[in-house]
């Protein structure tokens, strides 16, 4: 069965402050996606980023860096010196070959105070 | 170019009325998902279509629940006889066939049945 685990609830932090969001998942598909999507209180999803299983590299964008580890089937997401603006749930999502069907975590919530 | 639209963005009913929620995709996508998101938790995926045919449903679609895609362009979903377990977001996504897809939300719709 396919699965994605976010173990954090809520997380607080202090602007300018460094964070870290975990997400482990189970799938035995050989071959799979992982996406990273930000729900801000206005409720729309926005995609953040893909990746696929064949893809271990680390990937950077700005204060956005996301770690891809297969060996740990796991996909963290990290926000280098957070801002208020960065306040929401973050969800990461697994989907399959043919895309139709992408299971969500549960979400992390990121409250970064001012 | 407009991202996927969703209309009404919120709705009140009362139990065992009939709601229609309408979505519009991104013009190119040929692909729609429905998906529906309770308080605290992730989406979760309910049905797609594939131009006009729909490939995948969900158990969690039950038979009050009805979505189409007369045209392969816009879609509605239909849910009769609502009960108040209904109330949720709604969300639609479109995408684009390839081998890699992302799944691109619209706003939702929120949806109270009292």
């Known amino acids: 069965a396919q699965k994605v685990t976010q173990a954090q609830t809520e997380i607080s932090v202090v602007e300018k402050e460094d964070v870290t969001l975990d997400c482990v998942y189970e799938t035995r598909d050989t071959t799979y996606y992982l996406f990273w999507y930000k729900q801000p209180p206005s409720g729309e999803l926005v995609f953040l980023i893909r990746r696929n299983s064949f893809d271990e590299q680390n990937e950077i964008s700005g204060r956005y860096s996301w770690n891809f580890q297969k060996s740990t089937s796991s996909f963290n997401f990290t926000i280098t010196a957070s801002q208020v603006v960065d306040s929401a749930v973050y969800f990461c999502?697994?989907?399959?070959?043919?895309?139709?069907?992408?299971?969500f975590g549960a979400g992390t919530r990121l409250f970064v105070k001012a | 170019d407009t991202g996927v639209s969703q209309d009404p963005r919120h709705k009140i009913t009362k139990r065992g009325q009939n709601v229609t929620f309408r979505c519009d995709p991104i013009?190119?996508?040929?692909?729609l998902y429905w998906y529906r998101q309770t308080l605290g938790q992730g989406p979760e995926f309910l049905t797609y279509f594939q131009n006009e045919a729909q490939l995948e449903k969900s158990r969690l679609l039950s038979d009050r629940f009805s979505a189409e895609r007369p045209k392969g362009s816009f879609s509605t979903l239909e849910i009769q006889r609502t009960e108040q377990g209904d109330s949720a977001m709604y969300l639609c996504a479109s995408s684009v066939t390839g081998a890699a897809e992302t799944q691109y939300f619209g706003p939702g719709t929120r949806l109270l049945v009292l």
């Open positions: 013009s190119e996508h040929n692909r």
């Open positions: 999502a697994l989907g399959n070959t043919g895309g139709f069907k992408t299971i």
